[in-house]
């Protein structure tokens, strides 16, 4: 089993920053990627960045140039720094990894960006 709770959300103007992280734990030791999705109102849940135990990323083209996503593997954590924040950047982000066929993910957390 493999626990991710994510920390960081909240209510942001249009062009604000917030910083997500996502610490892991229980069993760890064969993660390779962890990534943030992102789920808005009424839409389905999408792929915002992801990254690999070595450092590869990749990014939805929504969020390119704005989204950095970053990992400690000492710590066992994945960050995700989010700058010039829009509107439709609104949604439920939720931390996610796999070992195998199974899929872990976080409760998710909110981020709002409104004026």
């Known amino acids: 089993q493999v626990q991710l709770v994510e920390s960081g959300g909240g209510l942001v103007q249009p062009g604000g920053s917030l910083r997500l992280s996502c610490a892991a734990s229980?069993?760890?030791?064969?993660?390779?990627?962890m990534g943030w999705y992102r789920q808005a109102p009424g839409k389905e849940r999408e792929l915002a960045a992801i990254?690999?135990?070595?450092?590869?990323?990749n990014y939805a083209d929504s969020v390119k140039g704005r989204f950095t996503i970053s990992r400690d593997n000492a710590k066992n954590t994945v960050s995700l720094q989010m700058n010039s924040l829009k509107p439709e950047d609104t949604a439920v982000y939720y931390c996610?990894?796999?070992?195998?066929?199974?899929?872990?993910w976080g409760k998710g957390t909110l981020v709002s960006v409104s004026s």
């Open positions: 996610h990894t796999n070992r195998g066929f199974v899929d872990y």
């Open positions: 229980g069993s760890i030791a064969s993660i390779n990627a």
């Open positions: 990254i690999t135990r070595s450092g590869s990323t």
